[in-house]
């Protein structure tokens, strides 16, 4: 199925999307039974999705892989980190370029990169190009190790549009420097579904994950403040669910290699 329509399909059922289609069919039905419960559903979801507290019951589960230090990222025999990258900005001006890394993918990179200093092991980056006329993420990533870090990864996989294609098309990649083992640096959220990925590809992975959230019990708010709205907390609520979904559909999802397509990386 085509990315862009998957996406334009997430967009319609995920919140605020899902929510906000929800609410605009019960104000169509008007003051009907129907029509007053799925505006008020419509506004409870929006808001329990906006506090905090729900959004890391619905993390929790996604997180349940540990922090790896660099010793036992070693002691488990990992040949080489790899980091699957998340997304871009565009533009980025402030750099004097037309695009950059997104957050989500910095956080990646820069672990990865810590983790490849501390244990030596070479490192490995897997992102495509997403939308039409972009650099690919791998390329992007490339250039900030190189400019940034002074790491030359061992392979830069520019082809994948998904977390299936990032196992598949990068195990193929690590083939020709026999890497059989890889240290997976994800999201803590997103580590269940790449793990898989990458495993059905034929790799085995120690688990690497970063970003955990919800972990901060000191937070400073009072208890009243995990129950008020956030931004941030309906877009982790989303990300929860997102993967919730991915990781059902990935399980259930024939266990096939995605065809090979250009740009194979290096």
């Known amino acids: 199925m085509d990315v862009g329509?998957?996406?334009?399909?997430?967009?319609?059922i995920l919140p605020p999307g899902g929510l906000l289609l929800l609410a605009v069919l019960g104000l169509a039905a008007g003051r009907t039974r129907i029509g007053r419960l799925?505006?008020?559903?419509?506004?409870?979801?929006?808001y329990l999705l906006s506090?905090?507290?729900?959004?890391?019951?619905?993390?929790?589960?996604?997180?349940?892989?540990?922090?790896?230090?660099?010793?036992?990222?070693?002691?488990?025999?990992a040949q080489a980190?790899?980091?699957?990258?998340?997304?871009?900005?565009?533009?980025?001006?402030?750099?004097?370029?037309?695009?950059?890394l997104s957050p989500l993918s910095m956080q990646r990179l820069r672990y990865g990169a810590w983790l490849a200093r501390r244990t030596g092991l070479p490192i490995a980056v897997t992102g495509g190009a997403l939308e039409d006329d972009a650099t690919p993420l791998a390329v992007l990533a490339a250039q900030v190790l190189e400019n940034e870090y002074g790491l030359q990864p061992l392979v830069a996989e520019a082809a994948?549009?998904?977390t299936w294609e990032n196992g598949w098309f990068t195990a193929r990649l690590?083939?020709?420097?026999?890497?059989?083992?890889v240290a997976l640096v994800t999201h803590a959220f997103h580590i269940e579904r790449a793990r898989h990925s990458f495993e059905a590809a034929g790799l085995t992975v120690v688990t690497a994950p970063t970003g955990f959230y919800?972990?901060?019990?000191?937070?400073?708010r009072p208890p009243i403040g995990d129950w008020l709205p956030s931004g941030?907390?309906?877009?982790?609520s989303t990300i929860a669910l997102h993967e919730i979904t991915g990781n059902l559909w990935y399980r259930l999802r024939p266990q096939v290699a995605p065809a090979a397509r250009e740009p194979a990386g290096r």
């Open 5 to 12: 329509l998957v996406r334009a399909v997430e967009a319609l």
């Open 38 to 46: 799925a505006t008020f559903l419509a506004v409870l979801g929006l």
């Open 51 to 77: 506090t905090p507290q729900v959004a890391a019951w619905l993390m929790l589960p996604l997180q349940a892989e540990a922090v790896k230090t660099p010793e036992q990222v070693r002691a488990a025999g």
């Open 81 to 100: 980190v790899v980091v699957a990258l998340a997304g871009r900005i565009r533009p980025a001006w402030e750099f004097g370029a037309a695009e950059t």
């Open 160 to 162: 994948s549009n998904t």
């Open 174 to 181: 690590l083939e020709r420097f026999d890497v059989r083992r």
């Open 214 to 220: 919800g972990d901060d019990t000191d937070n400073g």
């Open 232 to 236: 941030t907390a309906l877009a982790m």
